[in-house]
């Protein structure tokens, strides 16, 4: 049985853990954009879909593009940033699972088209539980992380997704270290008898 976490690491993955959309400077390695897919991937997924599909926008081209489909108050955050990530999903995620699901014939549960909208909400959903477990997974590697929904996702989907139109964008995440001097007060957060039934 698994022993629970440190007040430590319980700290650092969420009651000092904050939304940063400023950072200082710091690069992101290659070895930690990696670092944090082999944790995420980790995480479960209904029937181990496995439906997000990262774009890491690292390069200053690659972040003034993004930046151009951004609201305009996220213009500067998107361009600032060591890196942008591009949260997306594959709405045609079914067609790995043959090799993600081996014990089963997955496949044909969510194969041909009259099944299209049920792979997209499927995708959306399970796509978004990964998003979760990317920023947790950042946060586990001592990284901070700014997620957005103010953008052109229509626009994102034809400028970087143009060859796959099978994927489409969720949401955009920034990921570095975060300037805490910059930070507003955290936002007040309710008691469980608020927002909580236990029956």
Same mark, same amino acid.
């Given at each position: 049985?698994?022993?629970?976490? +440190?007040? &430590? $690491?319980?700290?650092?993955?969420?009651?000092?853990?904050?939304?940063?959309?400023?950072?200082?400077?710091?690069? #992101?390695?290659? =070895?930690?954009? @990696?670092?944090?897919?082999? /944790? /995420? %991937?980790? $995480?479960?997924? +209904?029937?181990?879909? /496995?439906?997000?599909?990262?774009?890491?926008?690292?390069?200053?081209?690659?972040?003034?593009?993004?930046? +151009? *489909?951004?609201?305009?108050?996220?213009?500067?955050?998107?361009?600032? &940033?060591? #890196?942008?990530?591009?949260? &997306?999903?594959?709405?045609?995620?079914?067609?790995?699972?043959?090799?993600?699901?081996? *014990?089963?014939?997955? %496949?044909?549960?969510?194969? =041909?088209?009259?099944?299209?909208?049920?792979?997209?909400?499927? @995708?959306?959903?399970?796509?978004?539980?990964? =998003?979760?477990?990317?920023?947790? $997974?950042?946060?586990?590697?001592?990284?901070?992380?700014?997620?957005? +929904?103010?953008?052109?996702?229509?626009?994102?989907?034809?400028?970087?997704?143009?060859?796959?139109?099978?994927?489409?964008?969720?949401?955009?995440?920034?990921?570095?270290?975060?300037?805490?001097?910059?930070?507003?007060?955290?936002?007040?957060?309710?008691?469980?008898?608020?927002?909580?039934?236990?029956?």
């Amino acid at each position: 049985m698994s022993n629970p976490l +440190s007040d &430590a $690491a319980l700290d650092q993955l969420f009651r000092e853990a904050r939304t940063c959309q400023y950072f200082d400077g710091r690069e #992101v390695t290659d =070895g930690q954009i @990696a670092a944090i897919w082999d /944790l /995420l %991937k980790m $995480a479960p997924t +209904s029937m181990n879909q /496995l439906p997000l599909r990262i774009v890491w926008c690292k390069s200053q081209e690659a972040r003034d593009r993004l930046a +151009s *489909h951004a609201a305009e108050g996220n213009v500067e955050k998107v361009r600032n &940033a060591p #890196v942008c990530a591009i949260l &997306a999903m594959d709405v045609d995620f079914h067609e790995h699972l043959p090799e993600l699901v081996p *014990h089963m014939d997955a %496949k044909p549960i969510f194969d =041909g088209d009259e099944k299209r909208e049920m792979r997209r909400t499927s @995708a959306f959903r399970n796509s978004t539980l990964q =998003g979760g477990y990317f920023i947790m $997974a950042a946060r586990a590697l001592g990284l901070d992380c700014g997620p957005m +929904s103010g953008f052109d996702n229509e626009g994102v989907d034809a400028d970087f997704f143009a060859g796959m139109p099978n994927w489409k964008s969720n949401f955009i995440c920034s990921v570095g270290y975060g300037d805490r001097s910059r930070l507003h007060p955290r936002a007040p957060r309710p008691e469980f008898s608020l927002f909580n039934r236990l029956l």
